[in-house]
């Protein structure tokens, strides 16, 4: 078993910036690909970033590329979403996901975090 806690969101103005964290604990955070997820109201989960076990390759959705930044640090078993130029868009809770490869289905991540709402304003 995983467990993982996102912490860092809140509501920004456009062009803004924040900084989420996923702390996990329990088995042994190298053994997974993390990945972040977001989540409109009305909408289906939707593929943000993802880091192998790593940190050396990421992939990203391509709404967010150039915008974010995943990253993980080992030592203390937390990753990383850095989101840069914020767009009322990007408005969603957002989850941190731990599986066993990495895919960008939701389906294919067996741990999930509680979520984090972000919130854009124009």
């Known amino acids: 078993q995983v467990q993982l806690v996102e912490s860092g969101g809140g509501l920004v103005q456009a062009g803004g910036s924040l900084r989420l964290s996923c702390a996990a604990s329990?088995?042994?955070?190298?053994?997974?690909?993390m990945a972040w997820f977001r989540q409109a109201p009305g909408k289906g989960r939707e593929f943000v970033a993802l880091?192998?076990?790593?940190?050396?390759?990421?992939t990203y959705a391509d709404s967010v590329k150039g915008r974010f930044t995943i990253s993980r640090d080992n030592r203390k078993d937390t990753v990383y979403l850095q989101m840069n130029s914020l767009k009322p868009e990007d408005t969603a809770v957002y989850y941190c996901?731990?599986?066993?490869?990495?895919?960008?289905?939701?389906?294919?991540?067996?741990?999930w975090g509680q979520g984090t709402q972000v919130t854009v304003s124009s």
């Open positions: 996901a731990a599986g066993a490869a990495a895919y960008t289905s939701a389906i294919n991540y067996n741990y």
């Open positions: 329990g088995r042994t955070f190298t053994s997974y690909v």
């Open positions: 880091i192998r076990w790593s940190g050396a390759s990421s």
